[in-house]
């Protein structure tokens, strides 16, 4: 799978929008971007997951890079609960196995 | 409502004796995982299973066993646990096959071994 590369750790206000930032300068033609987020005491869940399109759901937006080598996830309004580590993962179109490599993640932290 | 669940989420043990987390979903996914989430290591992957009976290695599988008798059921069992097996795991599940599929996971059982 190719790597992801992201910001240890950010912060933002309550009710600010936030962009996580994350860079995948090897990923190729098939790879899917998918986002996921480990809130505090919690199991990782699924944000939201894109090929080549900016897609929006419930919890946040994905916009991705015309070249793909990179992409954000937009919390448009940042509240406490969404203080957590945020993975960006790459997966490959690959029916051999359907693991999933978290790197280090994102650690957002969530001021009132 | 869907979800995966496991049990305990919270074990302490003595070294070498047998114990086993069970992991049930209910979304009759094909695909289920075991991972390990330790302190600047991230989430690893003990096992997996494509579907019942199919089972194979993660990253890190030695001292833990798995079986898939049934779809919905996927334990981890430790014949013998060891100080070193302490973590926190997590276990998830999906539809299997294609990249677009997205993970669910339990809350996490947290052992330790004494």
């Known amino acids: 799978d190719a790597k992801t590369t992201q910001p240890n750790s950010m912060e933002s206000n309550e009710e600010e929008p936030v962009h996580l930032p994350c860079n995948h300068s090897?990923?190729?033609?098939?790879?899917?971007i998918h986002w996921y987020r480990q809130l505090p005491s919690q199991g990782p869940e699924y944000v939201i997951h894109?090929?080549?399109s900016n897609v929006n759901n419930r919890m946040a937006s994905l916009a991705i890079a015309e070249d793909r080598k990179s992409s954000t996830l937009i919390l448009h309004r940042a509240t406490l609960r969404d203080a957590a580590v945020y993975y960006c993962?790459?997966?490959?179109?690959?029916?051999?196995?359907?693991?999933?490599?978290f790197g280090t993640g994102t650690r957002l932290q969530v001021f009132p | 409502e869907a979800q995966v669940t496991q049990n305990p989420r919270y074990l302490i043990t003595v070294t070498g004796k047998k114990l086993t987390v069970t992991c049930s979903q209910n979304?009759?996914?094909?695909?289920m995982s075991w991972y390990r989430q330790d302190p600047g290591l991230g989430l690893r992957q003990i096992y997996y299973?494509?579907?019942?009976?199919?089972?194979d290695k993660g990253d890190v599988p030695e001292g833990y066993k798995v079986s898939r008798k049934e779809k919905r059921n996927f334990p981890l069992i430790l014949e013998s646990p060891s100080p070193n097996q302490t973590s926190l795991y997590f276990c998830?599940?999906?539809?299997?096959?294609?990249?677009?599929?997205?993970?669910?996971f339990g809350a996490g059982t947290r052992l330790s071994v004494l």
């Open positions: 979304m009759n996914h094909e695909y």
């Open positions: 090897t990923i190729s033609g098939t790879d899917y």
């Open positions: 299973s494509m579907n019942v009976e199919v089972t």
């Open positions: 993962i790459l997966r490959a179109r690959d029916f051999d196995t359907d693991k999933l490599i």
């Open positions: 894109g090929l080549t």
């Open positions: 998830a599940s999906s539809f299997q096959g294609a990249a677009k599929n997205i993970q669910y």
